[in-house]
């Protein structure tokens, strides 16, 4: 069985049945981030993606996020949202350009006070981080070829249960076939593979936004 076509107007529909549908403070910094940043605003996740990034890290309990790929704070500002009171979320970005523009949001939403940002490349500074325990949920949603080292230095710091989603799997279709041949491409082709071809992980891809696959040990 296919998915359905997911044209413009059928999106519509999708967004507008999700509760609550209506979200000012992600509306906002979708918005601000255009403004400022112009055609880079189509790095942000879409409510799509927000929703279920949200409904994640409340239905896994989770305490500790972490993201690697912050930008303007968009997934980050989904997922704060839904952590308890002693949740933290940690985010690694490569810069600080965009985190002036991401803090406004967080302050904006109330969640700023659980938000950690670390600047620097993620995969030298994961490691040198000491988390307070177990990682429950990681999202990956950065540059296409640092995937693999990503996932390789977040699944021995995940929690029992603990689940790691990495965005951009589909990328516009490019995946498929061998047609496309730049950098981003062929490193989401050989990530793909490889998480398929793994025994010691479960993964599943799903056709949310530009794609996400989830990840948890097996």
């Known amino acids: 069985m296919r998915w359905i076509q997911m044209d413009d107007a059928v999106f519509e529909y999708v967004q507008r049945h999700a509760n609550p549908s209506h979200e000012p403070v992600s509306e906002q910094l979708a918005a601000t981030t255009r403004e400022r940043f112009g055609d880079l605003a189509g790095m942000n996740i879409g409510p799509d993606q927000g929703h279920f990034l949200e409904m994640l890290v409340a239905i896994t309990g989770a305490r500790l996020v972490v993201e690697v790929g912050t930008f303007t704070g968009m997934s980050a500002l989904w997922m704060a949202r839904a952590l308890p009171d002693d949740g933290k979320l940690v985010c690694f970005d490569i810069t600080d350009e965009y985190l002036p523009t991401a803090r406004e949001a967080w302050e904006a ?110």
């Open 109 to 218: 939403a109330g969640v700023a006070d659980r938000i950690e940002v670390v600047i620097g490349p993620a995969a030298e500074l994961i490691d040198e981080v000491e988390f307070e325990r177990p990682i429950d949920l990681a999202f990956v949603d950065a540059d296409k070829p640092g995937y693999q080292a990503y996932l390789d230095l977040l699944l021995p710091l995940l929690s029992e249960r603990g689940v790691i989603v990495v965005d951009n799997v589909l990328w516009s279709g490019a995946v498929v076939g061998d047609e496309a041949q730049d950098a981003s491409t062929v490193a989401l082709r050989a990530f793909n593979d490889g998480v398929a071809a793994r025994d010691d992980v479960v993964a599943v891809m799903l056709p949310i936004g530009d794609g996400v696959t989830m990840i948890r040990h097996r």
